[in-house]
């Protein structure tokens, strides 16, 4: 596999110019996530072995179609690293996060279960309704990727084990002849976890001088190329590089395909948080982002969309203009069949009509013939 791996380290901003977000959901005393049962929730607060309200932080998302996927940074005081929740919702403005399936709800310090998600620390997903899942493992058990099938009742497809813990931190995908290939980058390591798919393989490849924290990868129609650094960057499929940075206050915005030069999608006055967004795109051109804040000890949270228009860097406009074009030629093949369908339909009507009547010529024919009397020869006199 043939890779050229470019590395570009994000500069100053230049210039301002915000989306238009809207608040979907607001947390304003915290958020919380469904428990097993009412009493292990009540134990859990009231012992301090929770406190969701303080340490819940988002740090990576994924969409799929109504649903909303966040991972957490699991604690010893929150057990729970991968949620989802609804896209939108009638009956609350602030609904409770709901635990994924294959959670390991022990502690971060207690012993784990090698076979359960430890640790979210990645998410993403593919053109096939595929969310893959980095799972940096814990003292106990070796960092892992899952493949889950969210189009089927999220059923487990794959379970990679890596050879070691490799503090993993974020991943893209990247679609080729050869199959699926995950980019993996690895926290604060000068080095890059590359897995393959079809062969249910990983291994390492290196960058020397360069840390990793985040990682995205240029658009399909593209030359592919991955950028390193920034602690959270996303990538459109037109070249359009999303990123936030360590306890700023705003989203940034760069067009690779054009002169160097940024702008601030969004930004708000004043932020308490070190990892204050993140953020994903859907494939109906949608940014959706979370806004987490502290004031004193208290926390809170919003979930804010914005019609940008693009979608994610793994779909080619291809697809986008392949599915329109189907989507006509079915229309055009539906009225061409409805034409022949007519066309055979009046064809067989003709068709017995011509039969009939010429079966009743014949049988017509056949009655004159029947009651005809021969006619006697008359004989020439002599």
Not at 232 to 260: C, E, V
Not at 282 to 298: A, H, I, P, R, Y
Not at 340 to 352: E, G, M, P, Q
Request: charged content about 20%.
């Amino acid at each position: 596999m043939n890779r050229l791996f470019f590395v570009i380290v994000l500069l100053h901003l230049s210039f301002t110019t915000a989306a238009n977000f809207t608040q979907v959901f607001e947390w304003p005393d915290g958020m919380d996530f469904e428990w097993p049962s009412e009493v292990e929730r009540t134990q859990a607060l009231e012992s301090g072995a929770s406190e969701p309200d303080k340490i819940i932080e988002p740090h990576f998302m994924a969409v799929y179609r109504t649903r909303i996927f966040v991972s957490l940074q699991k604690s010893r005081r929150i057990p729970v690293s991968l949620v989802s929740l609804p896209t939108s919702s009638a009956a609350s403005a602030s609904p409770t996060l709901t635990p994924f399936p294959s959670l390991d709800m022990h502690m971060h310090d207690e012993n784990g279960d090698c076979n359960k998600i430890e640790d979210a620390t990645g998410l993403e997903v593919d053109t096939v309704g595929r969310m893959w899942v980095l799972d940096d493992g814990s003292l106990h058990c070796n960092s892992k990727l899952w493949i889950f099938d969210l189009s089927n009742n999220d059923k487990t497809n794959l379970i990679h084990h890596f050879p070691s813990s490799y503090y993993l931190h974020d991943l893209v995908l990247d679609e080729t002849l050869n199959g699926y290939f995950a980019y993996i980058a690895q926290w604060g390591e000068e080095d890059i976890v590359v897995f393959g798919l079809e062969r249910n393989q990983s291994w390492t490849v290196e960058t020397p001088g360069i840390k990793l924290f985040s990682i995205a990868l240029s658009p399909k129609d593209e030359p592919r190329q991955l950028y390193l650094i920034p602690y959270r960057m996303l990538m459109d499929n037109h070249g359009t590089m999303y990123a936030a940075f360590w306890k700023k206050n705003y989203i940034i915005s760069w067009n690779i395909n054009q002169p160097y030069q940024k702008r601030r999608i969004y930004e708000v006055e004043k932020l308490n948080t070190d990892w204050p967004f993140t953020f994903a795109l859907d494939s109906s051109g949608t940014f959706w982002m979370t806004v987490f804040n502290k004031t004193g000890k208290k926390s809170s949270y919003r979930l804010l969309k914005a019609a940008v228009g693009e979608k994610p860097y793994y779909i080619r406009d291809c697809q986008t203009t392949a599915d329109a074009s189907q989507g006509k030629r079915q229309t055009d093949y539906s009225a061409l069949i409805g034409s022949l369908a007519f066309f055979l339909v009046l064809s067989c009507t003709l068709n017995i009509w011509l039969t009939l009547r010429m079966r009743k010529s014949k049988n017509s024919n056949e009655k004159c013939n029947a009651g005809a009397v021969e006619k006697p020869t008359v004989q020439n006199p002599v």
